[in-house]
């Protein structure tokens, strides 16, 4: 059985192996800084943690974990800063406990005897955040008795499918791959396939309104929640079960994004729909990057609505195995389960000549071919096995000292330009006046809508042995605020958690800020629903 | 200049003339009252109205009418109840002013002095709220030093407009025609068609999640939604132009169905796209309604996102002059202003014959005849003609005694036939029982989902003289509460306003009522923004 790694990515036998380290290593030789060599991961007998001050009485019947591996686990979120510390046993402040409730009622005893008792509850999914989401705020916790992890994932079952409605109903602690596999015996899908895929949860998508790997369409998960259940500290909240309504605002939208500080979602009806039986794919090389944007925008507005319309500039191409001849690629998808999609696809490519591109690969998927084991070859192909193993190369290239990591956001297709320049130009000075030159920022354009679109960000640098997180948060501050400045959001799928506070701040009005504060009082009297995370709190 | 009518529905000129008025009559003969006869709407003469208690400073430099002709227009929205007073010149609580501001800081200006002297302010958009949305709670009133109409529509420019990213910045009161008007200069389109269009502003629907006359696709203004500016008695919020962001709860989302009672929508950017150049349609039979609804579902479910897609009864196809042949009658459509759309198209029409639906006419608009003066006559047309109209012959219907009037809902697809069967089987009894059998109760779908619809009923009766109000209320309490029994929404887009919000508490947990109360409180802390809509209130 897979066992979940304590300090990284995903499952511990999923870790790149010496062999493939060794490649990277040669590949990025002059990022390594000097000194250091490959770092072995922390033993489970390494971790020396406090003894935890949770000690409930025999009446909590919740299962609960005090184990050294379980609070070093759930100590942190999968950041670079988190792999960074976990690798090297840095697990300040671990959990007391973790907490894995089977039941709505277990949620509310546990919320009751924490309110009562002042312990923090930080909610945790898969446990994939990468902003700080599911970690204590250090800063706060000299206010509670202490802090547990509610680990949800016990809470995984498939409660109620409506296949004439196309919803089911799942508990919120569901993963991706075991909802998939609900679903698959009916024929169905949510086709919701976040990065984080493997390793994140229902609720939790909900929490931080993810985003799927889809590229237009309903791929948010905001537009695939029917309806849901919430557990807070002053009581339960159900919403109707309804395809749409006028009825003043929307509940949903209160609970969506409201990043575990507000309740805990104990179990969702999402919209499902048949797996396709159609599947065209495309993968289209474009001179440069400023040319396949303006191309993905005419795509975006087309009211084509491609599955997959995803734009790698040439250095993201080249790292992801997709291209090697220094150009952009868009890899261009469109499915189906009820028609063929070939005017479509055909108009797609259409598009993509007028402004140059020049196809590649491209693959029809008709209904006989759909259940055949054959797996196109194509670029689309290999960015998605590249993406889903992406967050273990991140692993790997930590041990060797390199600074990894990623930030994204949205802009209008009018602040586009401006905002894309800038970023570069910015984390390029910074990584030739503090990192020697050593150092690549690439872009990709993960979402594209009619009114704008999604630019990825990864940076890949050198940092100074011992000195890497105090130098990526040098680079993300200085990305942040250039964010802000020219009219991107903080985040478009990453949710705020703590490490985007200060970014969400300078996006947000005072008097909105406020009234989230007033909600979050109204909810949680007590404040102890992941303390620090989105609001700054005295 | 088309004068607009200050009891009835939209311009006076266009009221139904006799010669109209007299074939409904004929038509409907024994649903008439005993007794009643063509009622006389009232003069301008005969409004008899209190002095008002409005008596702001010269300081305040806001545009006010004190004319009873303005006080009377702004009294109430335009429901069945609203026309039936108006037509008996019962304008109980008139506003004491109506206030017109033309710029923000009026607005603010308007709410500060409000708010210092006590007197409630309801937002006026186009004034056709069919649930008490702009007319004062008259037990609340009392509460009061009096209270005012704040009519936006003075606040009607475009404010910038951004092409590259087809997204367009209006005042919040601006009504529909001016608002197209304004784009069409520029060949492009918002695309939302409710019915109240011509007499229905920006702010208006979002602050009601308005719905559009298409079927599918983004044709609520949720959906068109990119961002606003609001203001509030303890400030203002702008949101960010954003295609899409991750960062916690969107804003746009607290202000989309916030029904004025947390603050007033002063301008808004709104998704905009390029007019249609391709257009296909078609009007389908089908010899029972319950046939079709199940082509209706296959077809929400396929993912062929018609812009068309909506389900007359056989009444209702008659009613409308769709159909006279006793058939339910799909109105079927597709639209594109990139790609034809015949593909699409076909596949429709198949779908259609796969469930007996029998083709009745067609038409493919091309390119080239898309700015030709020919109009089809297809029954889609014949229904938008008598769409826009049915305000009209509604108004004259009571002038002849009738009850008038529509409910809609919205419910998943496998809770239809029981909400459908129980509310058509209700309201066919209480005609019965107290209207002597007078009377229709009909239905069309009005919007499609692949998870559900939304059924829109309405009523024709015949009531007894002078008790059609009290009548119509207890048709109304029967119908809200077999929806909310049968697990659909009080309203899919007519909002709650007044009239709605025992239905929506009936819908809504405990502890959100709460948390609406609790946000209420904090934006508007004397609580003046239209006291009583939604919430109850003390």
Redesign the interface.
């Known amino acids: 059985m897979a066992v979940r790694s304590f300090w990284g990515w995903g499952n511990e036998g999923e870790a790149l192996k010496s062999r493939e380290i060794n490649y990277f290593a040669r590949l990025l030789g002059n990022f390594i800084p000097s000194g250091e060599s490959l770092k072995l991961p922390p033993r489970k007998e390494d971790l020396k943690f406090p003894k935890p001050r949770f000690n409930p009485p025999k009446s909590f019947s919740v299962q609960v974990d005090y184990s050294s591996l379980e609070r070093a686990r759930h100590c942190y979120g999968r950041s670079f800063k988190d792999v960074f510390r976990g690798l090297n046993n840095d697990f300040t402040d671990p959990p007391d406990a973790v907490i894995f409730p089977k039941t709505k009622q277990e949620v509310i005893d546990t919320l009751d005897y924490c309110q009562k008792k002042n312990f923090a509850v930080n909610c945790y999914g898969g446990g994939s955040s990468v902003v700080g989401g599911v970690e204590i705020d250090h800063d706060l916790l000299s206010n509670y008795s202490g802090w547990i992890s509610m680990d949800m994932t016990h809470m995984n079952n498939l409660v109620s499918l409506?296949k004439?409605?196309?919803?089911a109903n799942f508990q919120g602690g569901i993963l991706g791959p075991a909802l998939e596999k609900k679903l698959k015996r009916h024929n169905l899908t949510l086709r919701h396939f976040p990065q984080s895929f493997e390793f994140s949860s229902l609720g939790g998508w909900i929490a931080?309104?993810?985003?799927g790997h889809f590229a237009t369409g309903p791929t948010?998960i905001?537009d695939l929640l029917?309806a849901l259940e919430v557990v807070?500290p002053?009581?339960?909240?159900?919403?109707?079960?309804?395809?749409?309504?006028?009825?003043?605002?929307?509940?949903n939208?209160?609970w969506?994004?409201?990043?575990g500080i507000l309740g805990i979602i104990t179990s969702a009806w999402v919209?499902v729909?048949p797996r396709p039986t159609f599947v065209a794919k495309a993968d289209i090389a474009f001179d440069d990057f400023k040319q396949g944007i303006a191309c993905l925008k005419e795509i975006a507005?087309?009211?084509?609505?491609p599955t997959n319309c995803r734009l790698l500039d040439p250095v993201e191409a080249f790292i992801n195995r997709v291209s090697a001849s220094n150009k952009a690629i868009l890899l261009l998808g469109f499915e189906?389960?009820?028609?063929?999609i070939n005017?479509?696809f055909d108009?797609g490519k259409e598009i993509c000549r007028s402004y140059s591109g020049e196809l590649i690969s491209e693959s029809l998927i008709t209904k006989d071919q759909i259940n055949s084991p054959v797996i196109s070859d194509s670029a689309a192909e290999s960015w998605k096995a590249s993406f889903i193993k992406a967050p273990y190369v991140r692993d790997a290239l930590i041990r060797i000292g390199l600074i990894v990591e990623t930030f994204e956001t949205?802009?209008?297709?009018?602040?586009f330009d401006k905002l894309y320049f800038n970023v570069i130009d910015q984390i390029n000075r910074e990584i030739k006046k503090h990192l020697n030159g050593n150092g690549w920022v690439t872009c990709r354009i993960t979402?594209a809508?009619?009114?704008?679109?999604?630019p990825y960000f990864s940076v890949i640098a050198s940092g100074r042995s011992g000195s890497q997180i105090s130098q990526w948060n040098e680079i993300k501050r200085i990305a942040s605020e250039t964010l802000n400045k020219y009219?991107?959001?903080?985040?478009?799928?990453?949710?705020?958690g703590k490490d985007?506070r200060e970014?969400?701040y300078g996006?947000?009005?005072?008097?909105?800020i406020?009234?989230?504060k007033?909600?979050k009082k109204?909810?949680d009297p007590e404040s102890i629903l992941s303390p620090g995370n989105?609001l700054k709190l005295p």
Chains 1, 2 share one sequence.
């Not at 189906?336 to 063929?340: F, L, M, N, R, V």
């Not at 009219?487 to 705020?496: D, L, S």
């Not at 996006?507 to 909105?512: A, F, G, L, W």
């Open positions: 409506d004439f409605s196309r919803s931080t309104r993810a985003g948010h905001d029917e807070t002053i009581g339960t909240t159900v919403t109707r079960r309804l395809p749409a309504s006028g009825a003043a605002t929307d509940e939208r209160l969506l994004g409201s990043e919209k729909q507005q087309s009211g084509l609505n189906s389960y009820d028609h063929e005017f479509l108009r949205a802009v209008t297709w009018d602040g979402h809508y009619p009114n704008g679109l999604a009219n991107g959001t903080i985040t478009h799928h990453h949710a705020v985007h970014g969400y996006e947000k009005s005072e008097i909105y406020g009234y989230l007033n909600a109204y909810f989105v």
